[in-house]
């Protein structure tokens, strides 16, 4: 088991070390598989904590250009981390784990799929998606997809990015490790995973920042989106006859049809080229 997390955790460094973001997104739909997310949430905010401090310090210089526009997310993380936190507490294993594959599927497929809207009133809608990202990101330990489909459409530079994914998800990651902590999450079963997270955290981001300097940048991210989607869909397949909400045959036509939209996807982004048009900044108001 902690070979495979191991594994896994190291092919996520290298994403998260590539886009900025994407640590959570692949590790949690894998290591779900054989983990339920009450032992694998507490080992990986920590280990998040210092990944993003780390994305953050790299371009601190572009803090001061976005810092006012994600302040209203930041301030709506608390009441959303805290609700997530009591739902990790209470809700049974199974549940939680199809509850985690069904809230991250349409927000992997929406990034899959390139989806572009410029946001004029920032604020408003940012207070909202704190909220909702701070319960995402307890109940799950991601949060970069519907960050990312807001923040990719609000014109922001490289830098400015990933200062603001920085930003944000340590503050969700304190916010979170502190609820967790109250709520007496952390267990020795839990500690015992981070010792094989940690070298493929140190070794992975390098190598990831390396990569997206050789690679085409949004055919990288595409293709891991797409690889997350696979995940997501096989974990489906498994819990929904496990939970006795439909048979196993209902469940491998769920996974069917999620690779066919994932395969559709794939095929008009590099053989249509169908690829999103850059948006201006949106207003702050």
Same mark, same amino acid.
């Given at each position: 088991m902690l070979a495979a997390l191991a594994a896994i955790t190291f092919v996520a460094s290298i994403v998260n070390g590539a886009i900025g973001y994407g640590f959570s997104s692949i590790t949690v739909p894998l290591a779900l598989l054989f983990l339920s997310n009450r032992v694998l949430?507490? /080992?990986? &905010?920590? &280990?998040? $904590? &210092?990944?993003?401090?780390?994305v953050l310090w790299v371009n601190r210089a572009a803090v001061p250009a976005i810092l006012c526009r994600v302040l209203p997310i930041v301030v709506g993380l608390a009441p959303g981390? $805290? /609700?997530? #936190?009591? %739902?990790v507490s209470h809700v049974d294993a199974g549940?939680?784990?199809?509850? #985690?594959? =069904?809230?991250?599927?349409?927000l992997i497929l929406l990034q899959a799929a390139g989806f572009r809207r410029p946001i004029r009133a920032e604020r408003t809608v940012g207070l909202a998606l704190g909220g909702g990202v701070g319960m995402l990101y307890a109940v799950t330990t991601v949060s970069g997809p519907p960050l990312a489909v807001m923040l990719n459409?609000? @014109?922001?530079?490289?830098?400015?990015?990933? +200062?603001?994914? @920085?930003? %944000?998800?340590? +503050?969700? @990651?304190?916010?979170t490790a502190a609820a967790y902590a109250y709520a007496g999450l952390y #267990?020795?079963? =839990?500690a015992m995973l981070i010792p094989a997270i940690i070298p493929s955290v140190v070794i992975g981001v390098p190598i990831g920042a390396w990569l997206i300097r050789q690679v085409d940048a949004?055919?990288?991210?595409? $293709?891991?989106? =797409? *690889?997350?989607?696979w995940i997501v869909g096989i974990g489906l397949a498994v819990l929904v006859p496990a939970?006795? %909400?439909a048979s196993a045959a209902t469940g491998s036509a769920l996974l069917a049809g999620i690779v066919a939209v994932d395969l559709a996807l794939l095929y008009r982004f590099f *053989?249509?080229?169908?690829?999103? $048009?850059p948006q201006p900044s949106g207003e702050i108001r």
């Open positions: 949430n507490p /080992a990986l &905010v920590p &280990v998040e $904590v &210092v990944l993003n401090a780390y981390v $805290v /609700a997530g #936190t009591l %739902i549940w939680l784990k199809l509850a #985690t594959f =069904s809230l991250l599927l349409p459409n609000q @014109g922001l530079a490289k830098a400015e990015f990933r +200062a603001a994914m @920085g930003v %944000i998800r340590l +503050a969700e @990651g304190l916010m #267990t020795r079963e =839990s949004e055919a990288f991210r595409r $293709v891991c989106m =797409s *690889f997350d989607a939970l006795g %909400i *053989f249509l080229n169908v690829r999103p $048009v």
